[in-house]
């Protein structure tokens, strides 16, 4: 008797630590410039909200920014204007801001295959690119009459650069979408931080080679750049 009572008790033990190590660990938390911040008491909210370039420079800005602003972005890669359409409700929240610095380009201009493979050969026959003009330009005036809803002041980020090489990617681009931005921001009486501007000269020095990315000493020289542009606007609160 006592050892089928052992026995029940040992398969008892081997039946729940097999559940437990089935059972999902909980989902991590953003770290890093992902990562949600505190708002410091007293100082004005900025929200900057675009993809892995603007993760790049989020720190060095939050840096040069700390006791004057509380900088927050959303705690993904913000993607495409698709995505931005779908997601900006979440980003913007119920809280009051006070500046929002925003670009959508880079993943609208990239070349998709047939089957959505991502940064496929822009020469391919097959290939289209994720976010056509029309479609962005549609997708921008969405967004921006959705920000302007929330008092914030709005900055738009040009897009920067595609360099020779990049994969999924064409040179000018960049400039193309820029442009159809432009329009829908003097649209709106939206100044312009004009990153693309001021890295068009110094791309070699800042951005990785055959990469749309940013080297740490280039994102955070423009995160001076987004700074000055942030710091414009509060200056008007």
Not at 74 to 103: A, E, M, Y
Not at 123 to 133: T, V, W
């Amino acid at each position: 008797m006592f050892r089928f009572f052992l026995m029940c008790s040992l398969l008892t033990c081997i039946s729940f630590t097999s559940l437990s190590a089935q059972e999902p660990k909980p989902a991590a938390k953003p770290a890093g410039p992902l990562a949600p911040i505190k708002d410091q008491e007293g100082l004005p909210r900025v929200l900057l909200i675009g993809d892995s370039i603007s993760i790049g420079y989020t720190l060095p800005v939050r840096e040069l920014l700390k006791g004057k602003a509380n900088v927050h972005r959303p705690s993904t890669n913000c993607g495409p204007t698709s995505r931005g359409v779908s997601g900006i409700d979440q980003w913007l929240g119920k809280g009051k801001w006070d500046v929002i610095h925003f670009n959508w380009g880079l993943h609208d201009l990239k070349y998709l295959g047939p089957q959505g493979q991502n940064l496929a050969d822009p020469k391919a026959a097959a290939s289209h690119q994720q976010i056509p003009p029309a479609e962005y330009e549609k997708n921008l005036q969405l967004l921006v009459k959705r920000m302007k809803k929330t008092g914030a002041r709005l900055i738009w980020c040009s897009t920067t650069p595609v360099p020779s090489g990049a994969k999924g990617r064409v040179v000018g681009d960049s400039m193309k979408y820029n442009q159809i931005a432009l329009r829908v921001m003097k649209e709106h009486d939206i100044p312009v931080d004009d990153l693309y501007g001021f890295s068009l000269g110094k791309l070699e020095k800042i951005q990785r080679p055959a990469n749309v990315h940013f080297t740490p000493e280039g994102s955070r020289m423009l995160a001076k750049e987004v700074v000055k542009a942030i710091s414009g606007q509060l200056e008007k609160k």
